[in-house]
C-alpha cells in the first residue's frame, strides 16, 4: 500500500541532543512538509521541499534543519537550539504542480525530558 | 500571508443533531480549501476540498462544506452527528504557488458528540 512512514512513533531524548525524525514516502509525491503541532496552536509549518536537493524555511525553521537527498525521503532534524522541542511532528507530501491537497503520516511525539 | 480563523476550539453536540464548524480565511484571491479530522495520536486525514469547481463540496463521512466568497468562509457542517465523529477537525487553505505551494491551518476544533 502507499504511504507516508513516519519513525519512531515515540521518542524520548535529553535535553541538548539532536534528534533525527524519519519520514519514507512511497506515492512518487514531488512536495513534502514537515508540520509542528502543539495543543490548541494548530499545524505550523517547519520546512518543505518541492523537489530534491531543494528546500524552503516555514514559518518556524529556527532551531530545526532537514535534508532532501532522495524524492521519497525528508528527515527533520530536532537540534540543541530548538528552544521547546517537545511536540506531535507530522510529516506529508503533495503530488506536485500548484493544488492538491496534502497527505499525512501518522506522526511522531517527541518528549525532551 | 494567509491566515485561517476556526471559531469555536471546542464544540459539542449531541448524537444525531446537526454539526456546524467554522472557518473564515483572509485571502482577497480565493485560494484553495481543505478540511482535514485527525483522530487522538494520528495523522490528519482529508474530508473533503474546495479547488474553484462547485461551491458546496460533499466529502466522505456525510460532511459537506459551503465555499461562500462574498463571506470568506468555509464552514463545515453533517445533518447529523454519529459518535465516531468526535474527534479534532482542522481548515486548511492554500498559499503560493509551484515551490512555494503550502497549506496554512486553523488552530482546529475539538468536537464532542454526546449519546
Known amino acids: 500500500d502507499g504511504g507516508i512512514t513516519q519513525s519512531p512513533k515515540y521518542l524520548f531524548r535529553k535535553e541538548g541532543q539532536n534528534v533525527t525524525l524519519s519520514c519514507e514516502q512511497n506515492l512518487n509525491h514531488d512536495a513534502m512538509y514537515w508540520y509542528r503541532q502543539d495543543p490548541g496552536q494548530g499545524l505550523r509549518l517547519i520546512y518543505y521541499s518541492q523537489i530534491v536537493n531543494d528546500f524552503q524555511k516555514g514559518d518556524i525553521a529556527e532551531g530545526y534543519s532537514v535534508s532532501r537527498e532522495k524524492k521519497e525521503s525528508f528527515p527533520l532534524t530536532v537540534t540543541s537550539a530548538q528552544k521547546n522541542p517537545t511536540a506531535f511532528y507530522l510529516c506529508a507530501s503533495r503530488l506536485g504542480g500548484n493544488t492538491g491537497e496534502l497527505f499525512f503520516g501518522e506522526g511522531s511525539r517527541l518528549t525532551v525530558l | 500571508a494567509q491566515s485561517v480563523t476556526q471559531l469555536g476550539s471546542h464544540v459539542s453536540v449531541s448524537e444525531g443533531a446537526l454539526v456546524l464548524l467554522r472557518c473564515n480565511y483572509s485571502?482577497?484571491?480565493?485560494?484553495?480549501l481543505f478540511w482535514y479530522v485527525q483522530y487522538p495520536n494520528q495523522g490528519l486525514q482529508l474530508l473533503l476540498k474546495y479547488t474553484s469547481a462547485a461551491t458546496l463540496v460533499k466529502g466522505i463521512n456525510g460532511f459537506e462544506a459551503e465555499f461562500k466568497k462574498s463571506e470568506t468562509s468555509f464552514h463545515l457542517t453533517k445533518p447529523s452527528a454519529h459518535m465516531s465523529d468526535a474527534a479534532e477537525y482542522f481548515c486548511?487553505?492554500?498559499?503560493?504557488?509551484?515551490?512555494?505551494?503550502?497549506?496554512?491551518f486553523g488552530k482546529g476544533t475539538l468536537l464532542t458528540v454526546n449519546p
Open positions: 485571502s482577497s484571491v480565493p485560494p484553495y
Open positions: 486548511a487553505v492554500s498559499e503560493g504557488g509551484g515551490s512555494n505551494y503550502k497549506l496554512t
